[in-house]
């Protein structure tokens, strides 16, 4: 089973536009990290955030986590067609090394 | 590039076959844990090995095996393959002792499909 469930699960929008993915998970967390996959090959790490920071800025990325509401949003701001992909949130519980993902949303950029 | 290398790139096996698939973490990272991602889903966790010991498995029978050597280099086996196993698998290195799982470095991935 998969503890972080992402928002939207497919996301469309033109090159220019922010586009932004919400990541919900269940149970205490000590870190939170963004993956992006193209076209079903390896993911890329895009930025980790621990459970005591509350917002992290990355080039275009902007992420923030809330652990009251144990959710997470990944901004990524004047999107270009190369940030056509799929988003995965995972989060790293306190105990244990089980990296959970969610299932992901698809971001498409349309030029 | 994230320095991590998986072979084969691509693997076709019928069902009960046995199977083994290679990954060369970067040098310097004690851990390796390898993933299942099914078609359209996130990568489910199968373990983790650290410094040559299994360091955490997730909900993966026990025909999922795994190696990891002094190189830096590790294997995933799976034995009696089913259809279900048809998948990607990918593995990733990291510098973090066992404990909190951190930044992870994945390999492009195994594409396996069973017959």
């Known amino acids: 089973s998969q503890q972080g469930e992402e928002d939207p699960q497919a996301l469309s929008i033109q090159e220019g536009e922010n586009a932004t993915m919400n990541c919900s998970y269940k149970?205490?967390?000590?870190?939170l990290q963004w993956y992006r996959q193209n076209s079903g090959r390896g993911l890329v790490h895009l930025i980790l955030?621990?459970?005591?920071?509350r917002e992290k800025h990355s080039g275009r990325l902007r992420v923030t986590l809330d652990t009251s509401k144990k959710s997470s949003s990944l901004l990524i701001t004047a999107s270009r067609a190369a940030d056509t992909a799929s988003y995965f949130c995972?989060?790293?519980?306190?105990?244990?090394?089980?990296?959970?993902f969610g299932g992901g949303t698809r971001l498409m950029v349309k030029p | 590039e994230t320095g991590v290398t998986q072979s084969p790139t691509h693997l076709i096996k019928t069902r009960g076959q046995q199977v083994t698939l290679r990954c060369s973490s970067q040098?310097?990272?004690?851990?390796v844990s390898w993933y299942q991602q099914a078609l359209g889903q996130g990568p489910q966790f199968i373990f983790q090995?650290?410094?040559?010991?299994?360091?955490g498995r997730g909900n993966f029978p026990p025909r999922f095996s795994g190696l990891q050597f002094p190189n830096y280099s590790s294997e995933l086996n799976v034995n009696a393959l089913e259809l279900d196993d048809s998948a990607l698998y990918l593995c990733?290195?990291?510098?973090?002792?066992?404990?909190?799982?951190?930044?992870?470095?994945f390999g492009p991935g195994t594409r396996l499909t069973v017959l």
């Open positions: 955030i621990r459970s005591n920071e």
């Open positions: 090995y650290y410094r040559e010991e299994e360091n």
């Open positions: 040098s310097g990272h004690n851990t």
């Open positions: 990733a290195s990291s510098i973090g002792t066992s404990g909190i799982t951190d930044t992870q470095y």
């Open positions: 995972a989060t790293a519980p306190n105990a244990g090394n089980m990296l959970t």
């Open positions: 149970t205490s967390i000590n870190n």
